[in-house]
């Protein structure tokens, strides 16, 4: 038995072959689908068939699966498939508590980090970092904008209206949903993100969403279709389903009565007596749109933030909305004492930056796959709910941590040539560790702090702006919490940065007292 974080639907099929399942994810798998989990029994998991596909377990960097790797799983060990490939995953499983059979190859970063950088340049909509990583992935560019994008968020929420910077919020939706003209055909589609395939998977009938998925993503996507097909849509844009009929509820929270919905983590509850709610009710849909593609092929398309809904038709059974926050340009929310508070922690950012050698920052930012494990080592905090407090020490922590990963694959090798490998990797890799290098690092986790504690203000008084509360449902009844998130966006190039509170995410994801929605 498995316990998922993710999207309810389960995105794969099993087959039984007596004591062995074989399990097949289809290559055009929605990355919404592929979620942290845990096993209730120890596994072996033997890679049939797949190719491009990641995985990755928790507290670790994630690695390309190849045919005949054998993944030995230990029991309620947080574990996930990375990222969908080219062609379907074919896995063996076992349960099993016997000792592992055969050790896995950890393959290099190189096609992942070129997969993504070539995603990027396409004009696709990739994933996004959190803004104070763009320290750790962007060299000195990557810095210097990050702090030059709180700085707009600080002037626009202090109702300075030149700022460049627009807000979006990120909602807790699933499954992703693409609908819009083919402009090959000029037919009418919803699809999944197997809509960049090198074979585009789109669903122009109801047929064909049947034919290609099954269970509740089906549902979802045949109502998506029959509800979005006739709004009027000329671009291709995508969005986040919120609900279908059947995903409302009505519900007590804190003795008012609230309509909710919750496709994941978050509670979403609308007052029940309120205009909204009304408007909700007699939807069969809800999505919330973000991004819009453009291009004279799918392969071509070019994404922007952002969705122009004037042109959309309004009828009563779909509720959509597109995910900015109000122009809060002239409205001053910041207080004169979270301003000042916010200054002084850029003030704070900006005099480390200045200490800090560009010269790591570039390293860095040139070997991804090496800045890829710093966030990788970082995020042991964040799962822990704890923030980097003496920066020194999360230095040498940072350095055992890379000998203990070491270690451990050494102490798997057998041979001595693959010893000599292990040994000849780690030296390398080592290098980077530098008495300059350390001391900048040292800058670098303290120039990470004082963005998160501006980061933290600015995503409190955003959160104040949400117009539908948000709440996690416990063992205990529910509890009030922050959106899932906001994007900033900055006009100029279309850029993008996470603001998240990951302290809260954290723990809204990962506690066991947190009742998700697909565990009800």
Same mark, same amino acid.
């Given at each position: 038995?498995?316990?998922?974080?993710?999207?309810?639907?389960?995105?794969?099929?099993?087959?039984?072959?007596?004591?062995?399942?074989?399990?097949?994810?289809?290559?055009?798998?929605?990355?919404?689908?592929?979620?942290?989990?845990?096993?209730?029994?120890?596994?072996?998991?033997?890679?049939?068939?797949?190719?491009?596909?990641?995985?990755?377990?928790?507290?670790?960097?994630?690695?390309?699966?190849?045919?005949?790797?054998?993944?030995?799983?230990?029991?309620?060990?947080?574990?996930?498939?990375?990222?969908?490939?080219?062609?379907?995953?074919?896995?063996?499983?076992?349960?099993?508590?016997?000792?592992?059979?055969?050790?896995?190859?950890?393959?290099?970063?190189?096609?992942?980090?070129?997969?993504?950088?070539?995603?990027?340049?396409?004009?696709?909509?990739?994933?996004?970092?959190?803004?104070?990583?763009?320290?750790?992935?962007?060299?000195?560019?990557?810095?210097?904008?990050?702090?030059?994008?709180?700085?707009?968020?600080?002037?626009?929420?202090?109702? !300075?209206?030149?700022?460049?910077?627009?807000?979006?919020?990120?909602?807790?939706?699933?499954?992703?949903?693409?609908?819009?003209?083919?402009?090959?055909?000029?037919?009418?589609?919803?699809?999944?993100?197997?809509?960049?395939?090198?074979?585009?998977?789109?669903?122009?009938?109801?047929?064909?969403?049947?034919?290609?998925?099954?269970?509740?993503?089906?549902?979802?996507?045949?109502?998506?279709?029959?509800?979005?097909?006739?709004?009027?849509?000329?671009?291709?844009?995508?969005?986040?389903?919120?609900?279908?009929?059947?995903?409302?509820?009505?519900?007590?929270?804190?003795?008012?009565?609230?309509?909710?919905?919750?496709?994941?983590?978050?509670?979403?509850?609308?007052?029940?007596?309120?205009?909204?709610?009304?408007?909700?009710?007699?939807?069969?849909?809800?999505?919330?749109?973000?991004?819009?593609?453009?291009?004279?092929?799918?392969?071509?398309?070019?994404?922007?933030?952002?969705? !122009?809904?004037?042109?959309?038709?309004?009828?009563?059974?779909?509720?959509?909305?597109?995910?900015?926050?109000?122009?809060?340009?002239?409205?001053?929310?910041?207080?004169?004492?979270?301003?000042?508070?916010?200054?002084?922690?850029?003030?704070?950012?900006?005099?480390?930056?200045?200490?800090?050698?560009?010269?790591?920052?570039?390293?860095?930012?040139?070997?991804?796959?090496?800045?890829?494990?710093?966030?990788?080592?970082?995020?042991?905090?964040?799962?822990?709910?704890?923030?980097?407090?003496?920066?020194?020490?999360?230095?040498?922590?940072?350095?055992?941590?890379?000998?203990?990963?070491?270690?451990?694959?050494?102490?798997?090798?057998?041979?001595?040539?693959?010893?000599?490998?292990?040994?000849?990797?780690?030296?390398?890799?080592?290098?980077?560790?530098?008495?300059?290098?350390?001391?900048?690092?040292?800058?670098?986790?303290?120039?990470?702090?004082?963005?998160?504690?501006?980061?933290?203000?600015?995503?409190?008084?955003?959160?104040?702006?949400?117009?539908?509360?948000?709440?996690?449902?416990?063992?205990?009844?529910?509890?009030?919490?922050?959106?899932?998130?906001?994007?900033?966006?900055?006009?100029?190039?279309?850029?993008?940065?996470?603001?998240?509170?990951?302290?809260?995410?954290?723990?809204? !994801?990962?506690?066991?007292?947190?009742?998700?929605?697909?565990?009800?």
């Amino acid at each position: 038995m498995e316990t998922f974080f993710g999207n309810m639907s389960k995105p794969y099929t099993d087959k039984s072959n007596g004591e062995l399942k074989i399990r097949t994810f289809e290559s055009n798998t929605d990355s919404h689908e592929l979620v942290w989990h845990r096993d209730k029994g120890d596994r072996v998991v033997t890679v049939l068939e797949g190719e491009g596909w990641m995985f990755q377990m928790d507290n670790t960097i994630p690695y390309e699966l190849e045919e005949g790797d054998v993944l030995n799983i230990s029991k309620m060990e947080y574990h996930r498939i990375y990222k969908a490939g080219s062609t379907d995953l074919v896995l063996e499983i076992k349960e099993s508590n016997s000792e592992p059979i055969k050790e896995f190859k950890m393959k290099s970063f190189n096609q992942y980090i070129t997969a993504l950088s070539e995603a990027a340049k396409a004009g696709k909509n990739t994933h996004m970092v959190h803004i104070e990583d763009r320290v750790i992935y962007g060299g000195v560019k990557g810095a210097r904008e990050a702090i030059l994008a709180l700085r707009s968020l600080r002037d626009m929420l202090a109702g !300075n209206s030149n700022s460049s910077t627009d807000v979006t919020v990120k909602w807790d939706g699933a499954p992703a949903v693409f609908a819009g003209i083919d402009p090959q055909d000029g037919q009418f589609f919803v699809a999944k993100k197997g809509i960049f395939n090198k074979d585009p998977k789109v669903y122009k009938s109801e047929a064909d969403v049947r034919a290609d998925t099954s269970g509740d993503l089906a549902e979802k996507l045949v109502i998506a279709y029959k509800e979005l097909k006739d709004l009027g849509i000329t671009d291709v844009i995508q969005g986040d389903v919120m609900f279908t009929k059947g995903d409302l509820n009505s519900e007590s929270i804190d003795g008012e009565k609230y309509i909710t919905f919750q496709p994941n983590t978050l509670v979403y509850a609308v007052p029940a007596k309120s205009d909204l709610a009304k408007t909700m009710l007699k939807a069969n849909l809800g999505v919330v749109w973000h991004t819009t593609y453009k291009g004279k092929d799918f392969a071509s398309m070019k994404a922007s933030f952002g969705v !122009n809904l004037k042109g959309l038709k309004k009828k009563p059974s779909v509720w959509y909305q597109d995910a900015d926050l109000q122009d809060l340009s002239g409205t001053a929310t910041l207080t004169k004492l979270d301003t000042e508070e916010v200054t002084q922690a850029l003030s704070k950012a900006g005099k480390i930056f200045q200490k800090i050698k560009s010269t790591t920052l570039s390293e860095l930012e040139s070997n991804q796959a090496l800045a890829i494990k710093l966030e990788t080592f970082n995020n042991t905090l964040v799962r822990k709910g704890e923030r980097i407090t003496s920066t020194a020490k999360h230095v040498q922590d940072l350095i055992a941590w890379f000998d203990l990963k070491f270690k451990k694959e050494y102490e798997k090798r057998s041979s001595d040539k693959g010893k000599a490998n292990v040994t000849a990797k780690h030296e390398e890799e080592m290098k980077f560790f530098s008495k300059e290098n350390k001391k900048n690092l040292d800058l670098m986790f303290q120039l990470m702090n004082a963005i998160v504690d501006a980061k933290l203000i600015i995503i409190n008084k955003l959160d104040k702006l949400k117009e539908i509360d948000t709440f996690v449902r416990t063992r205990n009844g529910f509890k009030v919490t922050g959106s899932e998130g906001f994007v900033a966006i900055d006009r100029a190039s279309n850029g993008a940065v996470k603001l998240v509170d990951r302290m809260e995410f954290s723990t809204n !994801n990962f506690s066991p007292d947190v009742i998700k929605g697909w565990e009800r």
